[in-house]
C-alpha cells in the first residue's frame, strides 16, 4: 500500500523528521471526518466578518489586507479550542489584537498568531490557553499580566527582534514547560522568576547579563531546575560575561543534560572589541557534548582558541567562527574526522594559516586513526589526511592573513568542493595543495593582492585552473569548464 505521508524533510544535523505531505486520500478523509469541527476562513477588506460555524473547534484565519482588526465577534464564544491565524501580506500589514479577548474565548487552549505584524498585546489574555505562540513579531515587551496564564505550558517568542526584556512576573506562570526564544537578540537577561518554573523542561536560549543584577536569573538558579534541558539547538548568548570557572562549570553540565545537536556559544555583544584573558578559560570549562554536529563560536576575545575538547567532537559537521577578532592560535582542525564545512569571518589578528590549523603537528603521528589511511596494501604505513571531509571552506574579514600553508607530508582536504575568500586583502596566494584537490567551485572577492595573482597570466594561475567555476570580485571567470569573456 502506498504510504499516507510522503516527501518526507529531514533535519540532516539532528536527523529527525521535521515536515511531510499527506497523501491526497488522507487528505479528504480528514476533511470528512473534521467539517464540522476544523475551518479555514479568509478575512479581507470585502470580508471583515466571515460567518463561522458554530460547532467549529480548530480555526484557521486568513488576513490579506493591510491593518485588519481581529475581532472576536466573528467568533463563536463556547467551541473554539484552537485559532491559527495567517498574515499574507505581513511586510505590509499589523493585525491588531483586541483589548479584551478573554470573555469570548474561555474555552481557547491554543492560539497561534505566528509572523502577524503585532507591536503590542492587551493586557488581558485567554486564561485557559495551554499553547501560546507569538513568534516572529514586532512585540518590544510582554505585559506583566500575561504572567497570569497559569495554565501555560508552552510560550513560543522566537524571532522576536525588538523583544527587550521578559516579564518580571514569569515565575506566576507555574505549569510552563516549553519556552522558546531563540532570536531575541536584545534580550539583556532572564528574568529571576524563571528559576521558580519547575516544570520548565526546554529552553533554546540562555542569556547571560554584563553585570550581575538581582532581576536575572544566575547560572545557579538554572543548575537547581532538575528537569531543565536544553533544546537540540540551542544559543548561550554572553558567555563572556561568566565571572568565574565555577560558573562556567555549572553552564557546561547543564549543556550536557540535553541533546545538542547544534550549540552558538556566543561571548560578548557586538559592539564589544577588547580583549579579554578570561575568555580562554571560559571556552575551555565549556565542553560541550560530543554528540554535537554543529558550532558556531561568536565574538570570542580571547588570545587563543585552541580548547583540549575541540578535537574530541567527532561528530562535528559544521563549524563557524564569527567575529572571533583577537585570537591568532587555532586548534588542531585538520583532525576532526566529521567536518563538512568551516566558516571563519572576521578576524584582524592572524596572518598565517598553517599546520597548527591543519592538524599537522609534531604529535600528529599518535592522532586519531579516523585521519589515517594505509597506503600500502600489507604494510602498517600510514599517511596523514588534514580535514579528511571537509566539502566547504569560508575565510572572510581577515584583513592581515597573508599566507596559507598545507603539507608535503600530508593529504590535505582530498573532499573539497567550495572555496570562498572575502576581503583577505593581505593574501599573498593560496596554498600549492589545491591544485590537487576536487574544488569545483572557487569564490575570490575584494582581495587585491589574489585577485591580481589569479588572472589567467598571473603567477598563482596554474594553481587554480582545473577549478570548473571561478568568480573574482562577483564576475565568472570560468563557469561549469568554460571560459567566460576574455575579461582574466
Known sequence: MQSFFQDFRKDDEAGSIVGCKMHDILHDLAQLLTKNECSTMKVDEENTQPHIVEKVRHLTLLFTADSLEFSTSMLNEGNLHSLFT??????????????????RLRYLRTLNMRECGISWLPGQLIGQLRYLDLSDNRLEELPDEGCDLCNLQTLSLQGCYHLKRLPEGMGRLENLRHLHISDCDKLKGLPKGIGRLTQL??????????????????????????????ESAAVIYGCGNLKSLSEAEKLAGLMKRGNQVRLNLQFHFPDFNEMVSNDFEIVEALQPPSCLKSLHIGGYRGASLSPKWMTSLHNLTRLFFFRCEVFDTFPPLGRLPSLEELSIVGNRELRKIGGELMGITTTTSSASTSSRINVAKGGGVHHFISFPKLKRLSFKHMERLEEWEGCESATNMPCLHSLRIFLCDSLKSLSEFLKDTPLQHLEIHKCRILSESFRRSGKEWAHISHVPTIQINKDYVKRDGHWIGDAF
Open 201 to 230: 523542561r526546554t529552553l533554546d536560549r540562555v542569556v547571560i547579563p554584563k553585570n550581575k543584577h538581582e532581576e536575572y536569573v544566575s547560572m545557579g538558579d538554572l543548575e537547581k531546575m532538575n528537569h531543565l534541558q536544553l
Open 86 to 103: 495567517f498574515d499574507s501580506n505581513s511586510s505590509a500589514s499589523a493585525l491588531r489584537l483586541p483589548y479584551q479577548a478573554s470573555g
